[in-house]
């Protein structure tokens, strides 16, 4: 019998849902509400003690975020306790109806889709505050702007440089208590291809959005907000920590920046994608007059 019509029976029904949470391209969990393993779609969801709120069907979009509660040695919000990861978390709810531990696409429905906002610590469990995507249509897209910086990403489609070119791969050697500060003699500021000398002596190679990713799981990054060279070894300092991070661990660092048309052309020769408009006047001849 197809989903549609065990849904709407009058006491045929057995629901049971599925829990797939996702990080980059990544299931970092799959959960079910059966009391046993569950096969949807090659993936093997396995039972959890995990429990729902109702989304509101109404107009408003807050009425429908869901609160979903897990006990708080789960593996997904033990992402969350020390750190907000790096990226976004998704989570999508599919439902169907027992006695099928085999559900195929006709015997399964998708409940509700969002994203995990928050995570929140009560006693032995955690609930974590999701919201619909319906929530990210009704927001404002980032808009282009009139300025002499460029408006494209680093490393995006418009952007179009291959970040691999930029890319300086590392052991660490050393690492802070607070694990802010990572030390290690692999790490250079100026690798080929690029040159030295970028126009701006103080425009350094990780300015400007300069971060730094785990090899082993490549969706964790780190903003690089500084870079020392000190004792024939170079150190960065990393927005927020990752977690667990230890001596030894192969780390990326990526170059960034500084959106100026300078840099733009030198350092990553790009200058015919720059996305800004650097001769803006800098003059205004309502404020100085006419002369």
Not at 8 to 26: A, H, I, R, Y
Not at 36 to 45: D, K, S
Not at 194 to 213: C, I, L, N, Q, T
Request: aromatic fraction near 10%.
């Amino acid at each position: 019998m197809a989903f549609e019509d065990v849904e709407k029976s009058v006491d045929s029904g057995f629901p049971t849902e599925l829990f797939k949470f996702v990080k980059g391209d990544v299931n970092v969990g799959l959960f079910t509400s059966a009391d046993q393993e569950v096969v949807f779609a090659a993936n093997t969801y396995v039972p959890s003690l995990i429990k729902r709120t109702q989304p509101g069907q109404t107009g408003e979009r807050l009425q429908a975020n869901i609160q979903v509660t897990v006990p708080r040695d789960n593996e997904i919000v033990s992402l969350y306790r020390i750190i907000v990861p790096s990226e976004t978390m998704f989570l999508t709810i599919f439902r169907f109806h027992r006695p099928s531990l085999t559900p195929g696409p006709t015997d399964t429905a998708v409940f509700w889709q969002g994203r995990v906002r928050s995570v929140k610590f009560v006693g032995s469990e955690a609930v974590m505050e999701c919201e619909p995507l319906s929530g990210f249509l009704r927001r404002d897209g980032l808009r282009a702007a009139y300025q002499s910086l460029s408006n494209h990403m680093l490393y995006g489609p418009d952007c179009t440089v291959d970040r691999n070119l930029f890319k300086v791969e590392f052991n660490i050697d050393s690492i802070s208590i607070d694990q802010l500060e990572i030390t290690s003699t692999g790490l250079t500021s100026t690798p080929a291809p690029v040159v030295p000398a970028v126009g701006d002596p103080e425009a350094h190679f990780y300015d400007g959005g300069g971060f730094v990713e785990r090899v082993l799981t490549p969706e964790d990054k780190r903003l690089i907000v500084d870079f020392n060279e000190t004792g024939g070894r170079d150190k960065i300092t990393i927005i927020s920590p990752f977690e667990s991070l230890g001596t030894g661990e192969p780390l990326r660092a990526f170059a960034g920046c500084l959106r100026t048309r300078g840099i733009c052309d030198a350092k990553f020769d790009n200058v015919v994608n720059f996305g800004g408009w650097p001769f803006i006047p800098v003059r205004n001849p309502f404020e100085s007059g006419l002369r």
